[in-house]
């Protein structure tokens, strides 16, 4: 992921300047510690003094902005009078990101009063997340001591994921295909795709895919198929000319990807033919896009695709899915695609094999596959009801399966959180779309955070 950049936002009140208190003395240096251990968990943070009245905040944030900021973190120095503030922070594009610490740890009856004044930010942050919530502005918070525990690595996760969720706007999503003929689930115009999402569609044309695929050399091909020899296991014998094929084909969609500078894109495995500019599907490039943070999703979902490339880059481990057939007696959803899935998540070392091509004019492929990685993950589902979107947010798991005969194929078992009857009466129930999103490590609150910051009705099941 690229590194993100904070502005970094103290909040203090004139009232104790105009009273001659001291106490700027410790809370200084404690903002500076904190910025530091932003810095140390891989941020850039830009700094500022701190900040009591309107103008000192307006000249701040309008700063960040400049600096190209992806968001704020506030911290409270002191009590600060929200007003003073709110106005700024509510009309910021900006994610705002609230680190509610104090310097001291132990504020038992045995401590010294001294340390009131040091330590009474909480009612300032009470005070202004109220009236964020008023004005409408989406945030989060972090809370908790520093350094006795993670308050500032959730606070910078938190600025990660929204900084991801910010990235959705002015993106550039490919579409190799269109879309495919009859699924009217994800189906999204690109006027309302741009103005509801500011994401910009990309359209392939023939004749430059083609011309790319004839740029690629023979040494890139070698390279690609020594690449791909080293990272797989080759589950049965196939022809160094169908490799070939593939990876040139691959390639061209690679370089595709970056001259048009796309965060995402999709393929619509039905348009794959000479005239379209490819002759072999990139189910290959699409596994190892995803692994490099590129979003994906399949026959020609770009609203999806744009999605699991905002949530790579708030997430990092991330993928487009589909669930494909339940298990009754285990309780769990087999998760399966053709042959696109993030490399960067298979549990054992990925699998490589030739298979017959018998959905269209394409030639025949070679494709890796794997099983996704056991872990604690978060369903995610992207939809549009009759009158607004909508963002599916369900806690799940991730099994391993030691008897797994699948080999040669996209799989993963997905255990819900509720009895899987349950489970899937409730998605399809609220209208989920048959494309989905699966993002390891992640909480539901952090998944609501990027769904209010995107203006999306959350649901969590």
């Known amino acids: 992921m690229n590194k993100c950049k904070i502005g970094f936002l103290p909040l203090y009140i004139k009232l104790y300047d105009d009273c001659g208190l001291t106490i700027r003395e410790r809370l200084e240096p404690f903002y500076e510690t904190l910025a530091a251990a932003l810095e140390q968990d891989g941020f850039t943070v830009l700094r500022t003094s701190f900040c009591r009245v309107k103008e000192e905040f307006a000249a701040a944030v309008a700063m960040f902005e400049k600096e190209g900021a992806d968001c704020i973190v506030t911290w409270h120095a002191a009590y600060s009078p929200s007003l003073e503030s709110i106005d700024v922070l509510a009309g910021t594009k900006l994610p705002i990101v609230v680190l509610d610490t104090t310097e001291t740890f132990d504020f038992s009856p045995a401590q010294s009063p001294d340390e009131v004044n040091i330590n009474h930010g909480i009612h300032g942050v009470m005070d202004m997340t109220s009236m964020l919530r008023r004005r409408g502005k989406a945030y989060a918070i972090a809370a908790g001591a520093h350094p006795q525990s993670d308050v500032v690595k959730r606070a910078g996760r938190l600025a990660r994921i929204a900084a991801g969720a910010n990235s959705l706007a002015g993106s550039r999503v490919g579409t190799i295909g269109g879309s495919f003929d009859g ?117 020609g979902d770009v609203l999806t695709a744009a999605l699991t490339g905002a949530l790579m880059r708030g997430f990092g481990e991330a993928a487009f899915v589909e669930i494909f057939c339940p298990d009754w007696e285990g309780g769990t959803l087999f998760l399966s695609h053709m042959g696109e899935f993030n490399l960067a998540l298979c549990a054992d070392k990925p699998e490589i094999k030739e298979i017959p091509f018998v959905f269209g004019d394409a030639e025949d492929p070679v494709v890796c596959y794997g099983c996704y990685q056991p872990g604690d993950a978060v369903f995610v589902n992207i939809f549009k009801d009759a009158e607004k979107y909508n963002l599916l947010i369900s806690p799940v798991k991730m099994l391993d399966h030691p008897n797994d005969r699948f080999a040669g194929t996209v799989r993963g078992w997905m255990q819900p959180s509720a009895p899987l009857p349950e489970f899937l009466e409730a998605i399809s129930a609220a209208g989920v779309t048959h494309h989905s999103c699966l993002v390891y490590n992640a909480s539901l609150s952090e998944l609501e955070y990027f769904g209010n910051l995107l203006g999306l009705h959350v649901i969590k099941v």
């Not at 022809?239 to 894109?265: G, M, P, Y």
């Not at 619509?268 to 500019?277: A, D, K, L, Q, S």
């Not at 599907?281 to 596994?287: G, I, L, T």
């Open 183 to 299: 699924m009217g689930d994800f189906l999204i115009s690109d006027e309302e795709l741009l103005a509801r999402f500011g994401v910009t569609a990309v359209y392939s044309e023939g004749k430059t895919l083609s011309a790319l695929a004839d740029s690629v050399t023979q040494d890139e091909i070698d390279a690609e198929i020594r690449a791909d020899l080293d990272m797989c296991q080759v589950l049965e014998p196939f022809s160094t000319e169908t490799h070939t094929k593939t990876v040139k084909n691959c390639l061209a969609v690679r370089k595709w990807i970056q001259r048009e500078q796309l965060d995402a894109f999709t393929v619509n495995f039905r348009e794959i033919r000479p005239e379209n500019g490819l002759t072999v599907m990139p189910f290959m490039e699409a596994c190892k896009a995803m692994a490099r943070g590129i979003g994906y999703a399949g026959e």
